[in-house]
């Protein structure tokens, strides 16, 4: 695994936030994989932002947090990916994602959506669906100083904004996504957590 190894992200793992984090920090440098997403994809992640919250986010947040992602991975955004979605076979509401990850080049959709990316529908494009959860698994496995240290950052991060936040608490706050991966991290680290 390396850093130029592409995985297309599916909105549904860009819309919780303390999942959304993790994953793209391991995008950052020195990036462990190289993230794809469509304008599709982020109009999904906005329109979650905006009703699935307990507090949603403004039209200006939802417009704020796009900018950012897009500021921090410039070649990141597919585009003419449209023309495929027809000839495609996974679920209907899931085609512009599987046509992104094949324009994108992608080897992976990370998504919790896997019923809707069945391997007979993935194997002539030779891309594979893998949950967040195994994916972070593999990340860890492949690099674990690396994850440990998106955490440690994370955790500096929010205390900076006046909220003390451990790396052990940042990994809690993934239990709700991927608690195998919380499960492993917090046993293989020694972290006694909540």
Same mark, same amino acid.
């Given at each position: 695994m390396c850093g130029d190894f592409i995985v297309? /992200?599916?909105?549904?793992?860009?819309? @919780?936030?303390?999942?959304?984090?993790?994953?793209?920090?391991?995008?950052?440098?020195?990036? &462990? !994989?190289?993230?794809?997403?469509?304008?599709?994809?982020?109009a999904e992640v906005r329109r979650c932002q905006m009703t699935r919250f307990k507090k949603p986010y403004t039209e200006q947040q939802a417009d704020h947090w796009r900018a950012?992602?897009?500021?921090?991975? @410039?070649?990141?955004?597919?585009?003419? !990916? =449209?023309?495929?979605?027809?000839?495609?076979?996974?679920h209907e509401k899931d085609r512009h994602v599987l046509a992104a990850a094949i324009k994108g080049q992608a080897q992976h959709i990370v998504t919790a959506n896997l019923k809707d990316f069945r391997t007979e529908h993935l194997q002539d494009w030779?891309?594979?669906?893998?949950? @967040? =959860?195994? !994916?972070? /698994?593999? &990340?860890?496995?492949?690099?674990?100083?690396?994850?440990?240290?998106?955490l440690r950052k994370i955790a500096r991060d929010r205390s900076k904004k006046g909220h003390e936040v451990s790396a052990e608490q940042v990994l809690?706050? /993934?239990?709700?996504?991927?608690?195998?991966?919380?499960?492993?991290v917090a046993r293989d680290l020694g972290w006694e957590l909540d």
């Open positions: 297309c /992200l599916d909105a549904c793992v860009l819309f @919780p936030p303390a999942l959304c984090d993790v994953l793209l920090r391991l995008a950052e440098h020195p990036r &462990l !994989y190289r993230p794809v997403f469509s304008d599709d994809i982020l950012e992602v897009l500021n921090a991975f @410039p070649d990141a955004l597919v585009t003419n !990916y =449209q023309q495929i979605i027809p000839i495609l076979g996974n030779d891309i594979t669906a893998i949950h @967040p =959860q195994s !994916y972070l /698994l593999t &990340l860890f496995e492949h690099s674990p100083e690396r994850v440990t240290d998106c809690t706050n /993934l239990r709700a996504t991927v608690p195998q991966f919380v499960t492993e």
